[in-house]
């Protein structure tokens, strides 16, 4: 499917919404918190079930954390962006909706601090044992010694 | 109330790869749950590379993983290259394809080496190995290096193919273009690999697609995705190949795709040796990088790998994310591993390629009885032998 | 020579960790032990066990999750017991250097005799390094764990 298809068929379902094509396969989508689940659930019933992984950017200047969900379908990644508070940073799991989410879930709750409300398995994946609960080593203000 | 043991394997297993420790849970002789403990290995490279210029990252990114070292590299330039909007030449685009695809015959080699090693059939690890020595040859002729081949750059490759290697080169693949057929031949004939691998570990399709599987794990249960079809990159676009899926849905299944991708390699290695354009291997790249961001996918030895690259103008990135193929295939090994016999985690865990396994210490450890056993995975294999009747 | 240094020289069993590496160390010694190289015909044998081993090849830099996991193989070993570290990252960290899970080079948790530099160092040059031990078994030398103590 060409990546214009695809941009008409998400923006068709949900007018207004930014969505940008950088290039041929890239589709980039930014979308308020709250509309997460029901994108990803409409993108699910279009027959995506491939999640990439999830990334995460800490902006601390502009004191938010992004969040990007990095889907594929028909040749095509789409990227769907959220961005959260960086002081109360919380999203809804989307496990219910692709269940392949759940490794890269625990992933960045253990790297940023990033909570993800609901989450079957909240243990830390890739950290040490001993590694203090409370520092998040890829935020921005986690200095290297 | 059943009892109830878990096995933890690892984190110190001899062989090679990674140190991680697998947790099983065992109900008798199957296993009933599995969980899996990759921390050991955990360095903080995406951490790394925000403290390193785009050129010293390079070295860092080939340094991810020893096995892939040209996919990790390929997939971070082109992200850079995709920012900078850097069309590279040609003749660069064949070269990263050839050692890619060289990368991947030694790695797919490799496997089967250990896949034999880890169903007590030493024998195949020793062939393996033996031709595996000659594409590490090829790779030397080309690049210097027989592992870690730095031959990417941001803006092209560093090393050229030149006319005099073309002859050896070609006679390299013909060699690996008899052993791999031998070796599907095994795959596909041989009692000893098809008693251990037929029927074991299924992974139907709609699983597979849910949990997100990848790369052979994925087309060993008859999902056709492959990035270097679905999203080409370097040359592929103007490469002949096939993308090879089985309906077993088994660990045969797994071992069955890899191997014939060897063949698939060869035959786009020879196409690129014909049509290799000429030109300049690499255009001049500058420092820094503008903001931008970048999403850049390739297809590894063992399936999709994802670099995102966010840029903030200086030379060094604000953000590198990398998901590496293995990650991806943790979910469905848990999965996988339910309901296998003891004696087949070894066999059952390797089919994804996740540099694990081998003859790590095992301690049983009897929860109800609070008793504490330990053996061996060499033990295991003798018990298995027992089970199974092969000497 | 006296039997048991003999014995030793013709059997150097080798027992293999990964501390976080990257692999290509890894390979590079399993390419050692197949038949290109074949380190089998001098009588060194990769064993699962600790326990069963005269030489520990360490690989990679220590993590921190491996750093305690390193120490308990280590006193698993029979002494004498004698220490090689393969790649520049087991030698001082190399790339890995200030990562903020990397505690360093091996000799920062066990003693090491010898160092294989490179990243990675071919099979042959693996070979050396456990020829070097061999030479300070047959000169009568200490492992570096007992002239530290």
């Known amino acids: 499917m ?144 | 109330m059943k009892e109830s043991i878990v096995i933890p394997i690892g984190p110190q297993h001899p062989c090679f790869k990674e140190p991680m420790r697998l947790d099983i849970s065992v109900d008798g002789e199957r296993v009933v749950d599995a969980d899996i403990i990759i921390s050991f290995n955990h360095r903080g490279v995406e951490k790394a590379t925000e403290a390193r210029t785009y050129i010293q990252n390079l070295y860092l990114m080939e340094r991810v993983c020893g096995i892939c070292s040209h996919s990790h590299a390929t997939c971070y330039c082109q992200g850079v290259e995709e920012i900078l909007g850097l069309e590279i030449p040609e003749r660069a685009r064949y070269i990263r394809s050839f050692i890619g695809e060289l990368e991947r015959i030694q790695s797919h080699l490799f496997w089967i080496g250990i896949a034999g090693h880890e169903i007590g059939w030493d024998t195949l690890l020793m062939y393996t190995w033996k031709d595996r020595e000659r594409v590490n040859d090829m790779l030397e002729q080309i690049s210097g290096n027989r592992i870690h081949y730095a031959m990417n750059t941001i803006g092209g490759v560093r090393r050229d193919i030149r006319e005099e290697d073309r002859e050896s080169l070609k006679r390299g693949l013909e060699f690996l273009e008899e052993r791999a057929a031998y070796y599907v031949h095994v795959i596909t004939e041989e009692e000893t690999f098809l008693k251990r691998t037929r029927g074991i570990a299924n992974l139907p399709t709609e699983l597979a697609k849910q949990l997100c599987a990848v790369g052979p794990t994925l087309r060993g249960s008859n999902v056709k995705m492959d990035v270097r079809a679905d999203d080409p990159y370097a040359a592929y676009e103007d490469l002949d190949f096939s993308v090879v899926t089985t309906d077993t849905c088994d660990v045969w299944g797994r071992g069955f795709v890899k191997a014939s991708e060897i063949l698939q390699s060869i035959r786009m290695c020879n196409q690129v040796l014909e049509e290799l354009p000429g030109g300049d291997i690499r255009v001049k790249a500058p420092a820094k990088v503008p903001a931008g961001e970048a999403v850049s996918r390739y297809e590894a030895p063992r399936g999709e790998l994802i670099h995102y690259i966010k840029s903030n103008g200086s030379n060094m990135p604000e953000r590198i994310k990398i998901r590496a193929p293995t990650l991806a295939n943790w979910l469905v090994m848990s999965e996988m591993l339910k309901g296998v016999y003891l004696a087949d985690v070894a066999i059952v865990t390797d089919a994804i390629d996740p540099c694990l396994c081998c003859s790590a210490r095992v301690t049983i450890t009897d929860r109800s009885r609070g008793e504490r056993r330990v053996t061996t995975l060499d033990a295991l294999r003798r018990r298995r032998d027992g089970r199974t009747g092969v000497a | 020579m006296s039997l048991l240094q003999w014995a030793r020289i013709k059997s150097p069993w080798i027992c293999h960790f990964n501390t976080g590496g990257c692999n290509a160390c890894d390979i590079e010694l399993v390419a050692a032990l197949t038949p290109r190289f074949d380190v089998e015909r001098f009588g060194i044998l990769l064993k699962g066990s600790p326990r069963h081993a005269d030489i520990l090849v360490v690989t990679g830099p220590v993590t921190l999750q491996t750093e305690a996991r390193l120490r308990r193989v280590y006193d698993q070993m029979a002494e004498p017991r004698f220490v090689m570290v393969v790649g520049v990252c087991g030698c001082s960290g190399s790339v890995y250097h200030g990562c903020y899970s990397v505690k360093g080079g091996i000799d920062r948790v066990i003693p090491v005799d010898v160092y294989v530099g490179g990243c990675p160092p071919r099979p042959s040059e693996i070979i050396d390094g456990v020829v070097q031990i061999l030479n300070k078994i047959a000169r009568g030398d200490q492992a570096a764990d007992s002239t530290a103590a």
């Open chain 1, 2 to 145: 060409r990546s214009e298809e695809v941009r008409g068929l998400i923006e068709g379902r949900f007018p207004g919404i930014a969505i940008r094509v950088p290039r041929e396969r890239r589709v980039m989508v930014h979308i308020p918190l709250e509309r997460l689940i029901e994108v990803l659930g409409f993108l699910r019933d279009q027959g995506v079930t491939h999640l990439s992984t999830i990334s995460v950017v800490d902006r601390i200047e502009e004191k938010l954390f992004e969040v990007l969900y990095h889907l594929y379908w028909e040749n095509n990644e789409i990227t769907v962006r959220v961005e959260i508070p960086r002081e109360n940073p919380v999203i809804p799991t989307v496990t219910p909706v692709l269940p392949g989410a759940l490794t890269y879930e625990r992933e960045i709750q253990g790297m940023f601090g990033v909570m993800v409300k609901d989450i079957p398995d909240p243990r830390r994946i890739i950290l040490p044992d001993d590694w203090p609960l409370d520092v998040y080593p890829l935020r921005k203000d986690y200095m290297v010694q």
